[in-house]
């Protein structure tokens, strides 16, 4: 029998934010064995409600990000099996369609820079290959007639990230993981160890690891001991969804990408008909103000890509932040305060990168140890963090 000095425990792990990074890591914890909680207003939530869902190691490389990618590849190649797991276990579709990318160039500048990537994809050992614009519209007739090169790369896919989370969720459920639907207030901490939270209604949940997995407002968790608040920041994102006509040549076969001036910008045709457009990139703190100008610049390039998009109905527009860190780079793994980990800060890729997290977070969480691929990851690669400046709206 435990000593009565003991506190109650509410389990082995509690996760701090129900998106798709913390809801992964809640189910591969329970799959093994762990008595897992997740804390959070509204499981199933958060940034993946706004993203595109492409899984674009290759397409969406970043010089200096060289470390990001092997990361990126290694859950790129889990994806297949991942989403059958997934599917498998909760009866739900994902959306998962291995459908490839066509990155596109619109005039001299967006080749020349096109170029410039391609060089850097083969450099790094990627399979992408460059085509024409005439090949280009072969691919896809709905280009814009200007095109003028492009790349195609056939292993970048893409799922909806909406279906991931929901089937995340219904995993976790079945896996046995409890849900507390409110908001964590602050870390508490007992001598030299996180020992849960205390929600925003005052309840106290205590946990032997307790793990940071909210997004863009992992740095804002209370009673986190100075210097250890993950550097991450919200990094706004504008998206527009337009639905493709049913009975008709789907205006799109694949993800189309492109640099129109100098802005990013995707098409992500669904099997379900929808077609994702984003996305905008502003560092404006906490703002998730859909605006005139972001929805006007997205529409702009698009029609500009694929004059064809003007005649679509437009289903919803909404913005969502990206939880970004000082490398673009995740920060995986334990704490400088013993049972306190992190899964936060993975930016442009947090889709993608679900696989590899869920099974670098319960690798760590069973065995006390990093797994080699999340090494480079620490949270401590940064040092000292500063304190946050002010509150979320
Ligand atoms: N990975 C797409 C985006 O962050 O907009």
């Not at 619109?106 to 024409?132: C, K, N």
């Not at 007639?145 to 079945?174: F, Y």
């Not at 909210?214 to 100075?226: D, I, K, W, Y």
Request: charged share 20%; hydrophobic share 40%.
């Amino acid at each position: 029998m435990a000593p009565t000095s003991e506190p109650p425990r509410t389990g082995d792990v509690l996760v701090v934010g129900g998106g798709i990074i913390g809801l992964v890591t809640a189910w591969r914890a329970a799959q093994r064995g762990l008595a897992t909680a997740v804390v959070d207003p509204a499981p199933g939530g958060g940034a993946a409600r706004v993203a595109a869902g492409m899984l674009a190691a290759v397409t969406e490389l970043h010089y200096g990000e060289q470390t990001l990618l092997a990361l990126n590849l290694a859950s790129a190649r889990r994806y297949p099996s991942f989403a059958a797991e997934l599917s498998d276990a909760t009866g739900l579709d994902l959306g998962y369609r291995p459908c490839g990318t066509l990155a596109v160039a619109l005039d001299a500048d967006d080749r020349a820079h096109l170029r410039e990537l391609h060089a850097f994809q083969r450099r790094s050992g990627l399979e992408s290959e460059w085509l024409s614009g005439r090949e280009c519209r072969r691919l896809e007739p709905m280009l814009a007639p200007g095109v003028r090169g492009g790349l195609r790369v056939d292993g970048d896919h893409q799922i909806d990230p909406r279906l991931l989370a929901a089937a995340l969720l219904v995993a976790c459920e079945r896996a046995g993981v409890a849900f507390h639907r409110t908001t964590a207030g602050r870390l508490t901490v007992a001598g030299d160890r996180a020992t849960g939270v205390v929600t925003a209604d005052g309840t106290t949940l205590e946990a032997d690891r307790t793990v940071l997995a909210a997004g863009s407002l992992s740095s804002r968790l209370a009673g986190v001991p100075g210097g250890l608040l993950p550097p991450v920041r919200p990094v706004k994102g504008q998206v527009v969804r337009l639905t493709m006509p049913s009975g008709q040549p789907p205006l799109l076969h694949r993800t189309v990408r492109a640099v129109v001036r100098g802005n990013p910008l995707y098409l992500v045709p669904r099997e379900s008909g929808e077609l994702v457009v984003g996305a905008t990139s502003e560092e404006l703190g906490w703002d998730t103000t859909v605006t005139a100008g972001g929805v006007y610049e997205l529409l702009r390039d698009a029609h500009e890509l694929v004059p064809g998009i003007t005649e679509l109905p437009l289903a919803e527009t909404l913005a969502g932040l990206r939880p970004g860190s000082p490398d673009n780079a995740p920060l995986l793994g334990p704490t400088a305060l013993d049972g306190l980990l992190l899964a936060t800060g993975h930016f442009r890729n947090g889709v993608l990168l679900t696989p590899v997290t869920g099974d670098v977070m319960a690798h760590v969480l069973t065995t006390g140890e990093l797994p080699e691929e999340a090494r480079p990851f620490t949270p401590g690669r940064f040092g000292a963090a500063p304190a946050p400046t002010e509150q979320p709206a």
